[in-house]
């Protein structure tokens, strides 16, 4: 029993010192990026701290025209296909947890055309999340078959679709029942 204790005590002090301390993220563009600022760190729930951090970033995004906010989500992506294929290739893992510039994506695909008010943003964030843990199909699938950058970020993209999908019809039906949500 003592063997398997330390076996599992040296395996999390590899991975946990596999990670790049804050320091190093601040300091190299693409863990700052990959790392969604450094939220990715966060020893618990590093998916749901980058997806907050991505609802923030969203407050001043929403003032975009919807073509010009579009835009920036595709730079977005495509710069994620890029930033967290080298860093999850640094970290010699396919999808690491502190890897959450997929999750920003995800967030800001899910709040696209969102409703005005504060309880549509939680909303969103509340689904997105749901289904990037979740991973319904296709979620599940691209999680698991797409390599690289491109499925790091695929299956954040699909659960933000889903959420998009979600919180749309729920937008719809509160307008044509006549309620507001706050």
Do not use: H
């Not at 951090?53 to 992506?77: E, G, N």
């Not at 991973?135 to 299956?155: A, C, F, S, T």
């Amino acid at each position: 029993m003592r063997t398997r204790q330390k076996l599992q005590r040296k395996l999390e002090a590899t991975l946990i010192s596999s990670l790049p301390t804050f320091k190093q993220t601040c300091t190299d563009p693409i863990y700052f990026l990959a790392l969604g600022f450094g939220s990715g760190l966060s020893p618990k729930a590093p998916g749901t701290c980058g997806s907050l951090v991505a609802l923030i970033i969203y407050v001043p995004l929403s003032l975009l025209p919807v073509f010009a906010y579009l835009a920036y989500i595709l730079l977005a992506f495509m710069l994620g296909v890029y930033i967290c294929g080298v860093a999850a290739n640094r970290l010699d893992v396919k999808d690491p947890g502190a890897i959450v510039w997929d999750e920003f994506v995800g967030m800001w695909i899910a709040l696209i055309i969102a409703p005005e008010g504060w309880s549509y943003l939680v909303l969103a964030f509340l689904l997105f999340r749901l289904f990037d843990i979740f991973k319904p199909w296709p979620v599940d699938y691209l999680d698991r078959n797409i390599e690289g950058g491109l499925g790091v970020m695929m299956d954040d993209v699909a659960a933000g679709i889903y959420a998009l999908a979600v919180l749309q019809i729920i937008a719809l039906g509160m307008r044509e029942l006549g309620l507001v949500l706050l």
